[in-house]
């Protein structure tokens, strides 16, 4: 098989046949020179999709597959993935099911990759005389220029050589990718092969079409899934333990203040505000940090003896800080708490991914086993 595209879709019923049709007509099917290629439905949908993806590949003698997941997990990212471990072409081609990525652009795209030189080719709407006139309105043209601009600041290096990071419409060589190494979280897939894996890229302008059916799945809460997608990107499990351990400065700080307005003393406000956080942090932090970690470590309890253990250790250093802090250099007992938590982050990620979560088992050598966690869990993707 020359080549697999892959449609991940989501209630796009309206646009199969079409969709189907036209890739059929721009690869030339049925005649002496046509490219010899497969069309891969990831579809989550909850409505007739499905249905429609049967009727049109019944109707057509170009090889369309249906793959229909019931659990969406990692959402069209997670999509993608799973028609790249299906295709039987290791030249994989991604693109939108709402026709807004013209099918008639896909021999372009195999061509430049025939040209040699690139692991990946990227359409994209900023570069020549690419465009984003299908987008809705200037509301979304601006937004995606600025989330653009964002994620080039955030990965200077990695996507130094790419104009629209952003896009979901590439072909990409399966074979220079760690698929087991991508961790799909949302809906730019081609953020995450980009920013995890070092790759030879190159680009082709295209037309961002309108619509050719069907409503847009732009939401804000795919604006804020792209935002924890991009900051788990760039900082890797730190983003996680970090927001967990705001939250839990956000409850020390209130549990300090309010005991601070029933006139109980700053210092035992302050053990009672650690103790309540230490232990909620744990509780945040095996579910939503370390959790792929943790079938390796020791026991939860073990896992927990440690952490309260360090973070205790850690409240006695810190909180004869917080009273100089306060008694020595006059500063409130709020502002002091914040400035100690601030310091302490940094130690407690560290003894956590290297101690609390580290292998019960494996002949690794300390040394060689820290190093890897250090690289794995802080360097990730490699710019920091």
């Not at 989501?10 to 049709?21: C, G, K, M, P, T």
């Not at 059929?24 to 290629?37: K, N, Y």
């Not at 092969?193 to 409503?215: D, K, M, N």
């Not at 997608?229 to 939250?247: D, H, P, T, Y």
């Amino acid at each position: 098989m020359r080549l697999s595209i892959i449609v991940p879709t989501f209630n796009e019923a309206s646009n199969v046949e079409e969709l189907v049709s036209r890739v059929a007509a721009t690869l030339r099917h049925g005649t002496a020179d046509a490219v010899d290629a497969e069309l891969i439905f990831v579809d989550d949908s909850t409505d007739d999709t499905p249905e429609r993806i049967h009727s049109a590949a019944a109707s057509t003698t170009f090889p369309v597959r249906l793959i229909h997941r019931e659990h969406a997990e990692g959402g069209l990212g997670g999509a993608v993935l799973a028609g790249m471990h299906a295709a039987e072409s290791d030249l994989c081609l991604v693109m939108d099911g709402d026709l807004q990525h013209p099918p008639e652009d896909i021999p372009r795209l195999l061509a430049r990759f025939d040209e040699g030189g690139a692991d990946v080719v990227v359409a994209s709407r900023y570069v020549a005389d690419g465009s984003s006139s299908g987008l809705a309105d200037r509301t979304r043209v601006w937004v995606s220029r600025l989330s653009t601009a964002l994620t080039k600041a955030m990965f200077p290096l990695r996507l130094r050589n790419v104009s629209d990071p952003m896009t979901g419409f590439f072909l990409v060589d399966r074979q220079a990718v760690d698929i087991q190494g991508l961790h799909p979280r949302g809906f730019k897939i081609l953020l995450e092969i980009l920013a995890r894996t070092s790759l030879r890229i190159a680009e082709v302008p295209f037309t961002f079409a309108e619509r050719f059916a069907g409503t847009s799945k732009a939401s804000v809460k795919q604006g804020i899934h792209f935002f924890v997608q991009l900051a788990a990107l760039r900082f890797g499990k730190m983003s996680r333990f970090a927001v967990i351990g705001a939250g839990g400065a956000v409850v020390n700080l209130a549990i300090v203040w309010a005991l601070l307005q029933f006139q109980v003393h700053y210092l035992v406000a302050a053990v009672v505000a650690a103790e309540v956080t230490i232990i909620g942090n744990f509780l945040l932090q095996e579910r939503y940090v370390f959790n792929d970690m943790a079938p390796a470590a020791q026991g939860v309890w073990t896992r927990f003896a440690k952490s309260f253990t360090f973070n205790n250790a850690e409240a006695v250093i810190r909180i004869p800080i917080l009273a100089l802090l306060v008694d020595g250099w006059h500063l409130s007992a709020v502002i002091a708490t914040a400035i100690t938590l601030a310091l302490a982050f940094v130690a407690r990620f560290m003894f956590h991914s290297l101690v609390v979560y580290a292998p019960s088992t494996g002949k690794r050598s300390k040394k060689s086993r820290v190093a890897e966690t250090i690289d794995a869990l802080v360097v990730s993707p490699g710019e920091l």
